[in-house]
């Protein structure tokens, strides 16, 4: 096999017409003979190039609204024909086949009309055929055959045939492949995951997810460990769609903990107040709500200033000066928001290793969508966890009840809660995290560590006393004993939410009025493993 082939005929079919007019102009510079269809073939004459229909190549004209155009031994056959088998080129000739050595093609737009809502009909009509059909065979065919699915390999193309007078070698032809065969399995991707959706099929009998390459990161998790970024084409606000505005380019774990920070900030609305959340290694070291931005973050840096160096910073509205300024007065990773003052970027300016990010709008926090997890031999699915419990979800099951302000306080600790590793233990006190136990194997521990945070934090502070004293406190699962209820009773606690729905929860019940707790079960547990 000739690694070198020459590139003389081009089938050009796209949807995104982005780069088409100057693609088509270098290559019939080049003396490639150009066909199209439809629109694509409008474009190109309207521009002054010479273009040959496929109906005329075919000699059976587009019908069926397009849905038949390309299905055809003429198209197919020029791009499947072996260029060096003796019975390909007698068959080539037998039956006048022209081989296509280019196929530039991108499929029509479903999962844009997925994104904005269409209804089912509408995304039925945006699913292409021939157009994957043609992707697959040319990719098959990339001995000979080059094969274009992305604007952004245009230049590439034209570099590949600048180099080498007009041909292409065999080792470009294949990465061109690859994209191809990517490209069709993430179009079949996203139409089955639409599918399911649509027929409100939970567990499909096969499943696939694929992303789009966003970033090639310098490492994963540790620096041995090879990473890279991809994007699922969604529009969901957050770590994969923000613009940023400075700073070096984010890591493995930067994204991680960035996706964890904003997904908890979102939990709490900006028409109700500014909320601030700072996390370190995936898990919240302080989370508050404030009147302001700035009450907010000093708020929240107040719960564990220590983990909060080198953390990662969300916010629910937009950053002013003020916060911005009071944020570089801690080394931080990364600060995102759903948008920023000029002010502000002109204050984080002058810390280069600083990241910005911004959004334009905050994840809705109860959306329905699908998280995976890879295990070895295959991958678990679930829905995302969006459960929400309002004020009357809640059962009061203590002989006293919490007054209004502790009953805030319960929600607010619930929220957090929710995004703290198990075993979490959260204590808030005036919308704010006073002490936040995290990851533990024992619930027991996660309280007594969330305490001991608060009491060292009161001695940095100078405070008479923990903000644990008089703090609501949340625990993401039931209490199985009464024992982290005591150890949370211990720290200054005076009311709590839990699940409940343990064997033991009368016992825990009673542990609780004995000890003077106001108690209120959700329903719902919030693991976060």
Known sequence: MTDLYPVRRALLSVSDKTGLLDLGRALAARGVELISTGGTARALRDAGLEVRDVSELTGFPEMMDG?????????????????????????MESHLIGAIDLLVVNLYPFEESVARGADYATCIENIDIGGPAMIRAASKNHSFVNVVVDVADYDALLAELEANDGQTSYGFRQRL???????????????????????????????????????????????HQGAAFYTDGSNRPG????????????????????????????????????ACAIIKHANPCGVARGATLLEAYKSAFDCDRTSAFGGIVALNKPLDAETAQEITGIFTEVVIAPGASDAAKEIFARKKNLRLLTTDGLPDSREGMKTFRQVSGGFLVQDKDNGFVGIDDLKVVTKLAPTEEQMRDLLFAWKVAKHVKSNAIVYVRDQATVGVGAGQMSRVDSALIAARKAERMAEALELPQPLTIGSAVASD???????????????????????????????????ADEAGLAMVFTGMRHFRH
């Not at 055809?72 to 499947?80: A, E, Q």
């Open 177 to 223: 492949a690859l994209t191809a065969y990517s490209r069709t399995a993430a179009y079949d991707a996203a139409v089955s995951a639409w599918m399911a959706e649509a027929l409100e099929d939970p567990a499909p009998r096969r499943r696939a997810f694929a992303g789009t390459l966003a970033q090639t990161l310098r490492y994963g998790e540790n620096p």
């Open 239 to 274: 770590v994969a769609t923000a613009v940023q505005h400075q700073g070096k380019e984010l890591s493995y774990n930067n994204i991680n903990d960035t996706d964890a920070a904003f997904e908890l900030v979102a939990e709490f609305s900006p028409e109700d107040s500014a």
């Open 67 to 91: 849905r038949v155009k390309t299905l055809h031994p003429m198209v197919h056959g020029g791009l499947l024909a072996l260029r060096d088998d003796p019975s390909h080129i007698a068959d």
């Open 477 to 511: 699962a039931f209490f199985p004993f009464p024992d982290g209820l005591l150890e949370a009773a211990a720290a200054g606690a005076t009311c709590v939410i839990q699940p409940g729905g343990s064997m033991r929860d009368d016992e825990v019940i009673a542990a």
